[in-house]
């Protein structure tokens, strides 16, 4: 998903989320809570990690999810975290 947003848009950078916020759709392989997110540079092989956390809700996870991800998306620009 970030690989088609740097070609498309043509970006330095990209990240992408996907996942089950809840409160809804969880199944026993994902269940609520467990969240994907991604980061791309040009030129560089993306760098994704996976979130889980079933116990918090939508909200919360929401929440937690945006946190972290610009959070390692402002370390990644700033030198301080290679993608």
């Not at 089950?20 to 809570?33: I, L, N």
Request: aromatic share 8%.
């Amino acid at each position: 998903m970030v690989c088609g947003l740097l070609e498309r848009t043509g970006s330095d950078y990209g990240l992408a989320v996907t996942g089950v916020a809840g409160p809804g759709g969880g199944t026993p392989e994902k269940p609520v809570g467990t969240v994907w997110a991604a980061i791309g540079k040009k030129g560089q092989k993306p760098y994704s990690w996976l979130i889980q956390k079933p116990i918090f809700n939508r909200e919360m996870v929401i929440h937690l999810t945006t946190n972290i991800a610009l959070g390692t998306l402002y370390k990644i620009v700033k030198g301080c975290l290679r993608a």
